[in-house]
């Protein structure tokens, strides 16, 4: 978690969850959320349990294991800041409960609040209750219970101080809902030779040293490195050195227990714990090496250089032979950027590297935003850099956009599917936040993609595809670098798979499908550039999705290149099919002729229907969904191969469509039907890009918001304020 504005921005969250104002039709904002299922924990941590019993209880026993006859039944929970805890039997309705951390705190974490508090200059300044961050759970067959019995749920959780003087520490439960018993601090942070003392820590009886070394100081004269406040004293601890013992992970790896932890500041480190006990294994020593390891801190696998370097939030997890690390970096905040980072290694201990091949221990300068390589905190011109999972990003169907994501688990569930389990703000919501779950797949080059929408059941195809059933126009999102500080969203740009292996649209190159299963490789670039040098190749996969936030399903792809891009899209209509040879030997490699539209045949082309009115006409005669919110009516259209005007909007073509919001209407179109549009009640802006309508039935415009206005050519502009009756 970053910094102390961290616990303001997380009370700001949840106060937000209470007062957020109403919405239409009487319905609360903060009664939807409620009603939405959706988990709200802050640094969700997720871990399986299983339970007995027909129905799950808040007295249930939660189990860390299988019975042996398979009768349990299997629960999820999500653990994060603030003392806030839920679970869920389907990882999509979720419900939340309390255990003796929310209603004891302060006596269950009494020894932790003695280092976390100090350098208040006043006891008031400093509580448990907001500091108690981002734990991390795990069951641990191991555990020696002390009574001959083995086997135990530990918590390990962050207690934040004053000026890094935190502190990681143990619980452990027979159950996964609690209670939690207290066992004993795991490794500290923020120590120094003044008001916060390093003997009151665990750092002699680890490295066996009788003093502190320098290195972990900022040096004598130099500026301390966090300056006295008004209500907390000056700390020397060398922040651009240490790890901030907060956000721990803690894995089994090759039958040994292991604990990543630190946030910004020195980095991420990682330590052995004993098994036995889930404290620190103190017999396992670590050598000082620069940027690789330290007695105290452990093995260096990211991060550090300096406050605004580091990242946060680690999570490890091993996906086949590979181990993938996810950090977190930016501010928390909706408009400071927070975003999810991957890299890859073969060890647990590192090096980890992004797609690329840049290591996540090092920091580079003058990277380039574009190709993927981005600065991690680009307001300050440097950072590490690693494969973003996703940017701020926002749907065309969707009223809102997705920003901040960040601090996340990944769930390795027992049918073999992965999870990533996030936090997410939204561009309307000010720092109101929920979580998120996609599903996560391996590509053939080792990175990690996330599905385009948030899981609902779906899995991965065993076998490829058909090329029809995938080939097609596909709405895309690229996650590129944003200006996060207004909020802005990658958007819908539109890519074509056609069926003879090539790429069109805004993007221009080839496309393949393995032939062992769904996954697919692209060698693209935007359609814009003339520069070969542009292209680049992504690998992913294909999967059938539910469109969030409707029924439909589609098919998706999500994929990540060889620049650390991530790009993800859905179908939105079926490919042309490849041109018809004739019988003639002589014109075997020249296409059919083109057949256009039939006359009287109605055809579906994105949003809208067409009726064909001649070989060379169509008219709009309806929608595809009532659900959509905008509408762009072309000076043309392409059915069948072959471009052809529309001419005319027919009776009724948008009636009812409550939610459209706007529509344009192109250059060709001589007349609108009776009703078009009426009841489109939210329909606001109605643009009319040509000169030659000529009628608009009765009621065309009836019921549309009273304030809509029209936009007309300005020669146009007179006349057509009268034809419309809009204002």
């Known amino acids: 978690m970053k910094r102390m504005n961290k616990v303001l921005a997380v009370i700001l969250s949840l106060v937000m969850m209470i007062t957020i104002a109403p919405a239409n039709n009487g319905t609360s904002k903060a009664a939807e959320e409620a009603a939405s299922g959706y988990a709200k924990i802050h640094d969700p941590s997720i871990v399986i349990g299983y339970y007995e019993g027909e129905t799950y209880s808040d007295k249930s026993v939660v189990y860390g294991t299988q019975n042996a006859d398979n009768s349990r039944k299997k629960i999820y929970f999500i653990f994060g800041s603030h003392k806030s805890f839920a679970y869920s039997l389907d990882l999509k309705e979720w419900k939340t409960f309390t255990n003796n951390i929310n209603t004891s705190a302060a006596t269950l974490f009494a020894e932790d609040a003695k280092w976390a508090s100090m350098g208040a200059k006043s006891a008031g300044y400093w509580n448990i209750h907001g500091n108690l961050w981002a734990p991390d759970v795990i069951w641990n067959p191991d555990y020696d219970n002390g009574d001959g019995t083995k086997g135990a749920w530990m918590m390990y959780m962050s207690i934040a101080g004053i000026n890094r003087n935190s502190v990681i520490t143990l619980l452990t439960s027979k159950s996964l809902n609690g209670d939690w018993t207290r066992k004993s ?152 950027g927070y975003n999810m980072r991957v890299w890859t290694s073969d060890s647990l201990a590192g090096p980890y590297k992004d797609i690329s091949g840049d290591d996540a221990r090092f920091v580079g300068d003058g990277v380039d935003a574009e190709s993927g390589t981005y600065s991690m905190i680009s307001r300050y011109g440097f950072g590490t850099i690693g494969t973003r999972l996703m940017s701020y990003y926002k749907w065309n169907h969707m009223d809102y956009g997705f920003v901040a994501q960040g601090h996340n688990s990944v769930l390795s569930d027992t049918d073999g599917k992965n999870y990533v389990v996030y936090h997410t703000r939204f561009t309307n919501k000010g720092e109101y936040f929920e979580d998120r779950i996609h599903q996560l797949f ?174 060379t006409k169509v008219t709009v005669t309806g929608v595809k969904s009532k659900k959509l919110t905008s509408a762009t009516i072309g000076a043309t259209v392409k059915i069948k191969g072959k471009s052809v005007k529309v001419t005319a909007i027919g009776s009724n073509a948008f009636a009812k469509c409550k939610k459209l919001k706007k529509v344009t209407i192109g250059k060709n179109v001589t007349k609108i039907g009776k009703k078009a549009f009426y009841k489109c009640s939210a329909l606001k802006t109605v643009t009319v890009k040509g000169k030659k309508v000529k009628s608009v039935g009765k009621n065309a415009f009836k019921g549309i918001a009273k304030k809509a206005k029209l936009k007309t050519p300005a020669s146009k502009k007179k006349a057509y304020k009268k034809l419309f009756k809009i204002k």
């Not at 130099?222 to 803690?250: L, M, Q, W």
């Not at 098919?555 to 018809?580: E, F, Q």
């Not at 040879?581 to 809208?608: E, I, R, S």
């Open 185 to 336: 601090a795991i490794v500290y942070s923020g120590f120094d030779k003044g008001d916060y003392d390093y003997t009151k820590t665990d750092y002699k009886a680890v490295t066996g040293d009788t003093d502190l070394n320098a290195r972990y100081m900022v040096k004598d004269g130099a500026k301390p490195s966090i300056a006295a406040g008004t209500t907390f004293k000056e700390s020397r601890s060398n922040r651009e050195y240490c790890a901030h013992a907060i956000d721990p992970c803690v894995l089994y790896d090759n039958g040994k227990l292991w604990m990543s932890y630190g946030s910004w500041d020195g980095g991420i480190y990682l330590i052995e714990l004993d098994k036995t006990t889930g404290l620190r294994d103190t017999t396992h020593k670590y050598q000082y090496k620069v940027n690789e390891s330290d007695p105290y801190m452990g093995i260096k696998i990211a991060g550090g250089g300096f406050a605004y370097c580091g990242g946060e939030a680690s999570y490890i997890k091993k996906i086949g032979s590979k181990y993938y690390l996810f950090i977190s970096y930016e501010g928390l905040e909706a408009a400071k």
């Open 442 to 615: 391996v590509a053939k080059n080792g990175g990690i993609v996330a599905a385009p929408f948030e899981y609902d059941g779906e899995t991965l195809a065993t076998k490829a595809y058909d090329a029809a059933k995938v080939a097609g126009s596909y709405q895309i999102l690229s996650m590129v670098n944003v200006k996060a500080a207004d909020k802005e969203c990658v958007t819908e740009k539109t890519m074509t798979l056609n069926l003879d292996g090539t790429v069109t649209g805004e993007y221009t190159g080839t496309w393949s499908q393995a032939s062992d299963g769904p996954y697919v490789t692209l060698k693209i670039k935007s359609a814009s550039s003339t520069q070969s040098k542009d292209e680049a190749t992504y690998q992913g996969v294909f999967v059938e999705q539910t469109k969030e936030g409707t029924k439909d399903k589609v098919m998706c792809l999500t994929i990540v290149g060889n620049n650390d891009l991530s790009v993800w899209g859905y179908k939105t209509k079926d490919a042309d099919p490849l041109p018809v040879k004739t019988a003639d030997p002589a014109q075997t490699n020249k296409p059919a002729t083109v057949k256009g539209p039939v006359k009287g045949k109605t055809y579906t082309v994105g949003k809208l229907k067409y009726k064909a009115t001649s070989k």
